[in-house]
């Protein structure tokens, strides 16, 4: 059984960094993906970044590239997500999730392993 804890959230003002951090437990195959989504109330969950665990590739959403990096610590199974020059729509809950391969990195419904969240509240 595989465990995710998220933790890092809280409030900042617009242009402020927050560093969220997953760490993974139980048995997880050498190589796995890694993904941050981010859901905010009526709206979808929304992949927002993934890494490849063992090949260090990674992914982003349009809206966060050059914003949010993605990466990891393998000695600690942890993954990190620094986010930085947040806006007030980054305001969401933000969950870690994996799967065995990062193909279609961006869709929740296949990922069997999530976090319980973490919120992240921006403001104007």
């Known amino acids: 059984q595989v465990q995710l804890v998220e933790s890092g959230g809280g409030s900042v003002q617009a242009g402020g960094s927050l560093r969220l951090s997953c760490a993974a437990s139980g048995y997880l195959y050498s190589r796995y993906c890694m993904t941050w989504f981010r859901q905010a109330p009526g709206k979808e969950r929304e992949g927002v970044a993934a890494i490849y665990i063992g090949e260090d590739s990674t992914y982003y959403t349009d809206s966060v590239k050059g914003r949010f990096t993605i990466s990891q610590d393998n000695a600690k199974n942890t993954v990190y997500l620094q986010m930085n020059s947040l806006k007030p729509e980054d305001t969401s809950m933000y969950y870690c999730?994996?799967?065995?391969?990062?193909?279609?990195?961006?869709?929740?419904?296949?990922?069997?392993?999530w976090g319980q969240g973490t919120q992240v509240t921006v403001s104007s």
């Open positions: 999730a994996a799967k065995p391969n990062c193909d279609t990195w961006f869709a929740a419904e296949r990922y069997k392993f």
